[in-house]
């Protein structure tokens, strides 16, 4: 199959400090799949022979070219957005071989979904600092966010992220699947997304269909504040 290798036309095939050998992964238990990857729980190994716990992304059997671009797309976006206390860090990736694998750390109590749903006292903070990196995740959703041993939250999946450099603006071409019900109606009506449109559904003001008049992240935790320590 070198057509892994040589056929994502757009995006040039950089073997940096993250590329991984797959000898030192192990893979164990399936932790999640979604409708193009599956992830697994897996052990890497370090140059002292110590394991730590990882999640391991791949795509699912026979891939089409596309699934393969976006998933290449996803290793950038990760490789761009960097460090930080509220993202799922980028340990590596095994690009070389026929079979593209994202390793990242793993969150060991899972997604913020199922844990929400489970009873108990969430008392966890989540802080958006993805729209100052200029990244668009396009679907921040419980589902995609994940609870570390700590109760630390995180940001993951940047399956159909956007890297907005230049402008905060993406148009989406083609008709790659998305998920719709969580879709801001400018992105639904015109295919435009902005900063404004990974604002989810906290409260009415975030459906205003002027992005403009919907608030940043900065007003939302404010408010969002507000309400937990100052009941006002
Ligand atoms: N499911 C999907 N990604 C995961 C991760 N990084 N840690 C734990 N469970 C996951």
Known sequence: HKDYESEFNNIPLVHDKFELSPKLLKLNNILGSGAYGIVRLGSLEDKFGNTTNVAVKMLKENPSM???QNF???ILIMKFAGQHPNIVSLIGCCLLYKKPVLVVEYC?????QTYLRKPKKLTDRLQECLSSNRIIHRDLAARNILVCADGIVKISDFGLS????????????GNGKLPLKWIAIEALTHQVYTTQSDVYDVMFCCWNTRPQNR???TQLKESLDKLLFHQS
Not at 108 to 112: I, V
Not at 162 to 173: S, T
């Open 66 to 68: 596309e699934d393969v």
């Open 108 to 112: 060991c109590k899972g997604d913020l």
């Open 72 to 74: 290449h797309k996803e």
């Open 215 to 217: 608030p940043t992240f």
């Open 162 to 173: 956007r890297d907005v450099y230049q402008e905060n603006l993406y148009r989406k071409q």
